[in-house]
């Protein structure tokens, strides 16, 4: 006996075998997702005023990749259309163009943003020497403004081997633009196009630093949760990109020419995981890159 | 229904070798290793339970030693596990801490996802499943061989973490953090080959296992039963098997989530569960911090408490099938026990932080856990009812499986009433990790849900084998093990209520100072009793496991194919069933527990029987009406 | 009278089927645009100061959560599914908010003295 509803639906239910198990599928998504976001909700709450990082992520290049994202979305689907109004020609292209996006998306995330923030350095002030670097932190400012404290100086670190090599006894900081001109109104809330560090260093003693890194998973809770769902995103988006792959192959076509509705959802399987996917991006954009 | 014999099985069952369609025949690695059928599966799934509930038992009878007699030898194997363990496990054949607190942490993890949940959920279910819905095969057969080989390399992981430096996990099967980030770091260890981190590696293989599992059982249920099977006349077993599905596939993403973000503080050095501040051996810890231990325990327990659900509801859909096969007649309760079930799964998600009760809440998010926690013990009291119910009036015949399914009740009963204390905050507050809470959940999965997983051993062998396992030795095994479970437990009751701290590795010894006394002897004197128990215990499964291996080649051939003479669609199917299990889907007329109806012949119709004239001319007493669609 | 209901597949009428999905594709093309112009709204709108941080983290989660349940609905044909595909989604979502809301209850109600 054959595995009866792999294509056609059953009709009490109405649905095929492969929608119920991705549902499902997406169903634990959704608790893996909301656990992630319950981490950043609750950290970033436990947060104390200046201590939750802004600005610190490339808002052009996070809006062009959500723009990538979407508009892959929106060729899947159309692949899938293609394959029920029996295109094969169309579906290719369609297909094509979302694997496409789907890598563009990876390479950007991965060869540049990712690097761009493991290159920023960030140094934690100690409370008790917070005044000393005031012409830096200008917080005198943000107090009349009622703005949060900044406890941080970032910027592009010269001398790295301070960083392992306990005889450096300082940091030598290109300063990012706000701690260059700490009191200007224009530097109280982040830009939209980033500024490159600008040439103004400072040096900044290791004995009135809390702690120092790059920006790295462990520099804070901020980047910790930033690095770990945008990485669980993006092995996301790699699995599917394999998948459409995989639907690209003679396989595949195989299967077209055999039972074309066969193919057709598939297809519309693994888009229901891609727009998943696009999905989850929908709300860690804003979260981190805006908020 | 007349008198003649009736052929149990259907002219469409399906024999071994008569293959109607395209199928090419399968090499020894496809059919018998990696293979996509669910029997296959069930039985790899069964025998790697068996072998890891096995190896968690000796880990168990290793500690009784130390809490019996610590800071002593272990006679005899003392040095032999000293080499096999290595990493100084046991110099002189006397336990360390950290090695006790191994063999704790890693006793609970094993026998919880490598021993029962594989047993009860992914075995009993793969096997059995399809078969009482009619089914050919699960709907996604490679994702479920996927899912199996996922667990086996979880196992792996598991195993190899007890033999690189510094030892198998010691964070107790719940890697409480800090102690879960900082446990097994430093000059001593590898920063990645290290039990902590095994074991967090190990999880999310386990995990990924479990939900590719989850979605197969549901989609199957939903989609795969058999013409005239509505949800209403599903085996209660299958029910249970649908609760317990969900409960997986919605409970365990959280906490992989927590895994990963563990195992990122372990290896990125990132402060999602460490505070800030946190000082390690005499130096402040070079991390961000502002992160939150209590974090990790909320999305611990957020699967904690539904995998404890998880933990019991198979073993009461294989006891409740037979009870009613063993009393000769239906179940009583079926709609409350369907809804009662239903209501067990959607509460246990709302009820996890009375794991929590000593870390500080307030009162208005106390009460509410509180309330729950109360409440979704009423689910577990109308089963457990509706069973004894079942009993009442019935025509028993103590089967060996009816043996363990009896004893699993007043078993469960014990451990279910002794966890009402503990739903209370402030009785917690007293009893929280003490050894009153390890005999709580061990009635219940111990002598509750092992033995039902027993009795389902004893009463699906010849279904998987077409041999019985052999009747004598199955009481010899089963009387010593019940008496063994009160024994060891019991007294853990009267220990935890002196105050007796679980998982420390001087038996209590602490205690000793108050000399109290409890029942005639202090709590670190109760040891003794208990750990004797527990090394007879071992003895008397033994038999057991004897019994297995030789009635697979040696055990007495069933006459026919349903000798428990059963109702369920399984016992249609040929004794071992075939690919595909049936030619055609049977269809089922009836409901599931149609035994001793009246006028009948025998006392017993099965599933699959169509609705005769006779039985809708007069008051037919079934269950519910015959020709609902 | 034993006679099992009809749970046979479903086929699809091939061709109907086709022109339907035809007259969706101009939807799924103004659904794609709506949301790119949603991405640059919602951009532009984390400029603009709503008065309290609460307010424009929720104008950014309302935004989000419009485009989100647009994909769901539109591209994943969820406005089109059936009852077990939202009954399986509704309790997926009170869990997740059970998870969000309890933990946030157990968080912001410790013991005091």
Known sequence: MEIPYTVSARRDTGLWNAKVGIWLFLASEVMLFGGLFSAYIFLRLDAAPGDWPHGLLNVPVGTMNTAILIASSVTVVLAWASLKMRDLTKYRIYMAITILCGVTFLVVKLAYEWPQKFDHFGAFIKEGALEKYEPYLGNKHLLEEGLPPRKEITGHLHNKEALKDPNVKEYEIALDPVYADPTNRKMDRPHFWPMPATDKIATIEKSDVKYATMFLPKHSSYFASYFTITGLHGAHVLGGVLVFCYMMLPASTRIYRHNPEHLANRVEVAGLFWHFVDLVWIFVFPLFYLL | MDATTHPHGTPETHHHDEHGDEHHELGFWRKYVFSTDHKVIGIQYGISGLLFLFFGFCLMMMMRWQLAYPGQAMPVIGNALNHFFGTGSMPDGKMTPEFYNSLGAMHGTIMIFLGVVPLAFAAFGNFVVPLQIGAPDMTFPKVNAASYWAFVVGGIIMLVSFFVPGGAAKGGWTSYTPLGVIADTGPNFNPFFNGQTLWLLGFIFLITSSLLGAINFITTIIQLRAPGLTWMRLPFFVWAQFVTAFLLLLAFPPLEAAVVMQIMDRLASTSFFLPSGLVVNGAALQVSGGGSPLLWQHLFWFLGHPEVYVLILPGMGI?????????????????????????????????????????????????????????????????????????????????????????????????????????????????????????????????????????????????????????????????????????????????????????????????????????????????????????????????????????IWKGRKVENDNPWDATTLEWTAPSPPGHGNFIKAPVAYRGPYEYSVPRHGKDYTMQNEPIEASELTTAHPTREPVLRA | MNNPPDISPVEHETEEYAHEVRRHVRGYLMVGATLLAF???????????FGTQKANVAVALLVATFKAGLVAAIFMHLSAEKRLIYRILIFTGFFVFGLFWLTYLAWYNPIVR
């Open chain 2, 319 to 551: 006891v409740a099938e037979i009870l009613a096969n063993n009393s000769r007649k239906p179940l009583w309760g079926y709609k409350s026990l369907v809804f009662a079930a239903l209501v067990l799964g959607f509460l246990s998600f709302i009820v996890w932080a009375h794991h929590m009760w000593l870390t500080g809440m307030g009162s208005a998010v106390s009460a509410f856990f509180q309330t729950t926690t109360l409440i979704i013990s009423i689910p577990s009291v109308i089963i457990l009812s509706a069973f004894f119910i079942s009993l009442w009036g019935g025509s028993i015949r103590f089967t060996v499986p009816m043996l363990f399914a009896t004893a699993f009740l007043p078993m469960f009963g014990i451990g279910g009433l002794t966890g009402i204390p503990l739903a209370f905050n402030s009785a917690d507050l007293y009893l929280h990790d003490t050894y009153y809470v390890i005999a709580h959940f061990h009635y219940i999965v111990a002598p509750g849900t092992i033995f039902a997983l027993f009795a389902g051993i004893y009463y699906w062998f010849p279904k998987a084998t077409g041999r019985m396992m052999n009747d004598f030795w199955g009481k010899v095994h089963f009387w010593p093990s019940l008496i063994c479970m009160n024994v060891i437990f019991l007294p853990m009751f009267l220990q935890g209520m002196l105050g007796m701290h679980r998982r420390w590795y001087d038996g209590g010894q602490g205690w000793n100072v108050s000399g109290e006394h409890i029942w005639g002897l202090t709590g670190f004197q109760w040891n003794t009793p208990i750990s004797i128990a527990a090394w007879v215990m071992g003895l008397a499964q033994i038999p057991f496991i004897i019994n297995f291996f030789h009635s």
């Open chain 3, 39 to 49: 991405t640059a709204i919602t951009v532009a709108l984390s400029y603009v100061n």
